[in-house]
Nanobody, 117 residues
Framework: QVQLVESGGGLVQPGGSLRLSCAAS????????MGWYRQAPGKQRELVAA???????KYADSGKGRFTIARDNAKNTVYLQMNSLKPEDTAVYYC???????????WGRGTQVAVSS
């Protein structure tokens, strides 16, 4: 069993910053990549960023230059630093883990991010 628990979401004004955390527990040794998807109301879930065991990263165009993904293997935690937030970043952000870079085998429950004045 693998459990992923997100934290760090909340309400922030446009231009502000948030750092999301995803703590993994359970049988996590087989996880190769972790990352973040987001889903806004009425829209498809979309990839935000991903990071592999070798620290190879992937970003969606929407977050490039503003978002940074990092991992602390010792703490089994993945972070998403979100700067210069825009109202269109408002969504539920879901942490995921997979057995390869392209798999989403495990999901967290999500954390709400709201960007509004």
């Amino acid at each position: 069993q693998v459990q992923l628990v997100e934290s760090g979401g909340g309400l922030v004004q446009p231009g502000g910053s948030l750092r999301l955390s995803c703590a993994a527990s359970g049988t996590i040794f087989s996880i190769y990549a972790m990352g973040w998807y987001r889903q806004a109301p009425g829209k498809q879930r979309e990839l935000v960023a991903a990071i592999a065991k070798n620290n190879n990263t992937k970003y969606a165009d929407s977050g490039k230059g503003r978002f940074t993904i990092a991992r602390d293997n010792a703490k089994n935690t993945v972070y998403l630093q979100m700067n210069s937030l825009k109202p269109e970043d408002t969504a539920v952000y879901y942490c995921y883990g997979g057995h390869s870079f392209y798999r989403t085998d495990y999901w967290g429950r999500g954390t709400q991010v709201a960007v509004s004045s």
